[in-house]
C-alpha cells in the first residue's frame, strides 16, 4: 500500500517538474523499502538479511576476498561493511583469515555452516522473490530490469551540486 503523501504527489498535474520527480523518488523508495523488507522477514529465520546474503553470496561467487574487495565489489561502505561481516562471523557463518600475501589484512571466507545457510537462503529467496516479482511477465521484467540498471548507471556517474 502506498502512502498518502506519494499518491497525492503522483496524482498532481500540471508542469510541476518538482512534484513529478520527487514523486517519482519517494515511489522506488516505497517499492525498494517494501521489497526489501518481506525479504528480510523470510530471512530472518536464518539469522541474514538482504546485505548479509549478498555478502555470502559475493563470497561465493568470488571466493574469499578482503572486506576492501567486498566494499568494492558492492558499493557499500566500510562501517556498514565491518558490521555485515561482524554480524555474519558471530553467527558462524564466515571466518577472517590472515590474507597469505599480506599478513596485516584479512581474507573474509565463508565456513560450512555459511555454505549451508546460504543454500537455504537462496531456496527462501527464490520462493519471496517469485511472491514478489513473478506477477511481472517474462518481458516485463527484463523491461524492468533494464530500466533499473540504466537508472542505476545513471545515477552513479550524477554530479552533485555543491551548494
Sequence with gaps: MLDDLVVRILAEDGDDAALRHVGLGM???????????????ELRALGVDVRGLSMLLALELYGPSSQRRLIDLSGIDKSTMVRIVDELEEGGLVRRER????RRAYSITLTPDGERTLASARRIAADAGERLFGWLGPGERDQFVGLLRRLAEHTANYPQRNG
Excluded: W
Excluded at 590474507?99 to 599480506?102: F, G, L, M, V, W
Design 27 to 41: 515511489l522506488l523508495a516505497t517499492a525498494h523499502n517494501q521489497s526489501r523488507d518481506a525479504m528480510n522477514g
Design 99 to 102: 590474507a597469505p600475501q599480506d
